[in-house]
């Protein structure tokens, strides 16, 4: 293959068809464990800052396939956006991922993260409004994780579709902020209810001063915009005296719980900040 500048072209390479044709495979294989019942969900919880206490869960997606294995999201999402099962996928989730959360104790938020191409389709608010019916899932415990990619075309019609569903009582997430093309503008602009900081800030503050003060900058703009803010990918209990000077509203990662299939609610007990 080969990649010239402006006109960019590329030469026969045998791999690609290979590509191409494990790509299909890979399609089939998702649509069909998808109608199976072989996709799985699994819930992260997050944590209010100031006690500890559960606040909710994060929906994420598993897929384990008899032949190829376990294949990660980062690998079957994208793949589902590539080769439209996005809104099959996107849909299982939601209505997987609301149907549990209504046995969930009232208080307790789901939320579920949502695909550009998904979040893009003309019918989004309609399936969301049959699924909140359907599971009988309260929208005021709904959040919806979206990037900031979703802004790439016709902003002002996203900012339209957003302001309509959170007139149902579903809320707005901004997922892996900071890592994209961010335009500041997007927080201004629209009504976003939270931010969620991208684990990457915390990593690198903690080796790198600068990168700490851009962390802290960040939080403080969420707050300031009178947005909730979580700080993702906490790891270890070194980070916990960083993390409780930013102020966030709620904190996330494997050191306060790791995505599992069964929730046991009950099992949630605060975590003592210092140990
Ligand atoms: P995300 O939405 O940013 O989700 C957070 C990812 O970070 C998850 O990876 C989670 O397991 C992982 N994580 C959580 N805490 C920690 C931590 O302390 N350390 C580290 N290293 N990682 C942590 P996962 O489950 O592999 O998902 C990857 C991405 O795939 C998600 O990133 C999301 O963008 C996408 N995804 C997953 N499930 C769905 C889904 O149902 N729908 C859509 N549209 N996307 C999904
Ligand atoms: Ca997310
Ligand atoms: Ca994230
Ligand atoms: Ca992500």
């Known amino acids: 293959a080969k990649n010239s500048g402006k006109n960019c072209y590329r030469v026969f390479d045998p791999s690609m068809n290979e590509q191409v044709h494990r790509m299909n495979i890979m399609r089939e294989a998702l649509d069909k464990d998808l109608d199976n019942g072989a996709l799985k969900l699994v819930f992260q919880p997050f944590f209010k800052s100031t006690d500890h206490s559960l606040a909710g869960f994060e929906a994420l997606a598993r897929w384990e396939h ?38 969930w104790p009232s208080h307790m938020k789901l939320a579920v993260n949502v695909s550009v191409p998904q979040f893009q389709q003309e019918c989004f608010i309609d399936r969301l409004e049959d699924i909140l019916r359907e599971t009988q899932m309260e929208a005021n415990r709904l959040e919806l994780e979206i990037t900031e990619a979703v802004f790439a075309d016709n902003p002002d019609a996203i900012n339209e579709k957003i302001s309509k569903i959170k007139r149902l ?31 990457s800030f915390l990593q690198q503050a903690e080796r790198d001063e600068s990168a ?64």
């Not at 994208?78 to 149907?99: F, H, S, V």
């Not at 892996?176 to 009504?191: C, E, H, V």
């Open 212 to 275: 700490k003060k851009v962390l802290q900058t960040i939080a403080h703009l969420g707050t300031q915009l009178k947005m909730e803010t979580t700080i993702e990918g906490i790891e270890t209990a070194e980070q916990l005296p960083m993390i409780s000077e930013l102020n966030c509203t709620y904190l996330q990662g494997y050191y306060f719980g790791r995505p599992q299939q069964v929730i046991d609610i009950g099992g949630f007990i605060a975590r003592d900040v210092q140990r």
């Open 66 to 103: 008899e032949e190829f294995g376990f294949v990660p999201p980062d690998v079957f999402i994208p793949l589902a956006e590539q080769t439209g099962l996005i809104n099959k996928l996107g849909d299982w989730a939601l209505r997987e991922g609301c149907y549990i959360a209504s046995f």
């Open 169 to 199: 009582g579903v809320s707005f997430s901004l997922d892996d902020f900071g890592t994209g093309f961010s335009s500041l503008m997007y927080l201004i602009k629209f009504p976003f209810d939270k931010l969620k900081i991208d684990r």
